[in-house]
């Protein structure tokens, strides 16, 4: 056949005429980003002239456009350099978009780059609108966690009664020694209760973290120091099945983050490696540092985060690896290559990463094992010196004015807080609701020095209580105490200098290390009355 002009112009009409009956949406961009052409059909599928589009820049269309959650923007940026696509295949992502009719739309954009006869570098894409996809899987996604529930609550459950049964079991121990006169031997019971109730503790926030109820508590960290906590935990997670290492950098840039969703992340990869490798010979290596990543690097355009420097967490065992096929799901709820598994664990890793504005990259080849690296961003602030959460005031406060307001609907919680703040050398008078803490302090507030209310009561809030309170008395100090993070809190109020938060549940000596830290501050700030 020999090709004319005229045949040309054929097959190019034939081209476009199936361009434009398609369901795809086909756009050309050209070297500087804009795009040169758009079907016509994208009327049909989004609603949108072909002109309005035509001209724009991605950066510009990505703005307008693009509403996809911030954890999720591998997006545009990876293409605003085309001559990275060429001979790579099709760099494919999937989008969220809001149309100028306010509808919502999920679509599948694969984008293809190739160079011109004149050097110069193009792209063709084409857009398919995946939104009837996304919801049905979405929907299948919910039904299958609802099946998951069960098995979550059979093992929070099982959790919840193995540190009752610890608790109880310590607590009548004790009581027997008391009665037999031998109450210097209590002490390793009461010990036995407190470690227990701190592990019931872990398992509500991770309910709470997986109900979607847990707000991120940000703070300044060391990422070594948090690792460091863990060791013994993690050793006694992997004993007798693995052997486990550590290799933790003694300094790191600080990174914000929340530290038991950071602590869940951990926990979860070590976990996964440890299965990973289980038996004769395996071994799982914890490692921190630092990680450089280039906006030319195949890892920044695979993951969309910015070129810089990252905090790096390295989990990395000697298992039989992670073929390709398995790597493009490992992180998708509920997949699992393990019988039995949920599948749960690496997709709320990497949901705890994306939270933090980082991500977790995977590279790993058959039977040459796995590593796993977090990257979190480097974070403004260095790391404070840590302050003392642990000790009464070795002496009673300086001013016998001093008077402390402790208001809590559960009447255990109250009584035992105030028994532990007289014990450090407080005075101390309660109230059980809003109402009754707003009559305590018309009787004394020329005596009270420092409110500590909780945040969830009946009646009348912890905030509208205070509320009220400042409204005759601004420089009232308080303490707020919730079984919720501090994020939780009505910013107006945790962002002034006089209010400090505990989050529940505590110990006496954080309780009054904290009291005892407002006290110091509003003395050097000014005299108290």
């Not at 510009?60 to 060429?86: C, K, N, W």
């Not at 983050?257 to 990973?276: F, G, M, R, W």
């Not at 398995?326 to 939270?355: C, H, M, W």
């Not at 039977?367 to 979190?376: I, M, N």
């Amino acid at each position: 056949m020999t090709v004319t002009p005229a045949s040309t112009t054929a097959i190019a009409d034939r081209f476009r005429a199936l361009a434009e009956d398609s369901d795809e949406v086909i756009v050309e961009v050209g070297p500087d980003t804009t795009l040169t052409y758009v079907s016509p059909n994208v009327h049909t599928v989004f609603a949108i002239d072909a002109a309005e589009l035509t001209g724009l820049d991605l950066e510009t269309i990505a703005t307008r456009f693009d509403v996809s959650p911030r954890e999720e923007l591998h997006g545009f940026s990876g293409l605003l350099s085309l001559a990275q696509l060429i001979g790579r295949g099709p760099y494919q992502r999937i989008r969220r978009l809001q149309l100028p009719d306010g509808s919502v739309r999920w679509v599948d954009i694969a984008v293809t780059g190739f160079e011109a006869g004149n050097g110069q570098s193009h792209a063709t894409a084409v857009v398919r609108d995946i939104t009837q996809r996304m919801q049905l899987e979405e929907q299948l996604v919910r039904a299958q966690k609802l099946e998951s529930l069960s098995l979550l609550a059979g093992g929070s459950a099982h959790s919840f009664n193995n540190q009752l049964t610890t608790i109880l079991l310590n607590v009548e121990l004790a009581i027997a020694e008391v009665e037999e006169g031998k109450s210097q031997k209590i002490l390793p019971y009461l010990w036995s209760v407190v470690e227990a109730a701190a592990r019931a503790e872990e398992t509500t926030h991770q309910l709470l973290t997986y109900a979607g109820k847990q707000p991120i508590d940000l703070n300044t960290l060391d990422v070594t120091e948090e690792i460091r906590s863990l060791r013994g935990f993690l050793r006694s997670m992997a004993a007798g099945r693995v052997t486990l290492e550590f290799n933790l950098r003694g300094w790191l840039p600080a990174v914000e983050a929340d530290s038991k969703q950071l602590n869940q992340l951990i926990t979860h990869l070590t976990l996964n490696a440890v299965e990973a490798c289980a038996g004769d010979g395996g071994r799982v290596i914890v490692s921190t540092g630092t990680f450089e990543l280039d906006e030319h690097s195949p890892d920044a355009i695979r993951t969309g985060l910015a070129p810089g420097t990252y905090v790096c967490i390295e989990v990395s065992d000697n298992g039989e690896g992670i073929d390709p096929e398995a790597q493009l799901k490992v992180f998708d709820p509920f997949y699992s290559t393990r019988p039995g598994s949920i599948g749960l664990g690496l997709a709320e890793a990497q949901g705890i990463a994306r939270a933090h504005h980082g991500t977790i990259i995977v590279d790993s080849h058959p039977e040459d094992g796995a590593t796993f690296k977090v990257l979190l961003p480097v974070a403004e602030q260095t790391v404070p010196d840590a302050a003392p959460i642990r000790g009464v005031p070795a002496t009673a406060p300086d001013s016998p004015v001093d008077l402390v307001l402790v208001v809590d609907d559960e009447d255990y919680i109250r009584q035992l807080a105030a028994a532990g703040l007289q014990r450090a050398g407080y005075d101390v008078i309660t109230a059980g609701s809003g109402p009754e803490a707003i009559a305590q302090f018309a009787e004394h507030a020329d005596r009270i020095s420092l409110l500590i209310t909780d945040l969830s009561m009946p009646e009348m809030s912890g905030e509208a209580l205070i509320g009220k309170l400042r409204r005759t008395h601004p420089d009232l100090p308080v303490l707020m105490m919730s079984g919720y993070s501090r994020s939780s809190v009505s910013r107006s109020l945790v962002d002034l200098p006089t209010i400090s938060f505990l989050q529940k549940p505590f110990l006496i000596s954080e309780l009054t290390a904290c009291v005892s830290r407002i006290f110091q501050q509003a003395d050097a700030e000014a005299p108290r009355r």
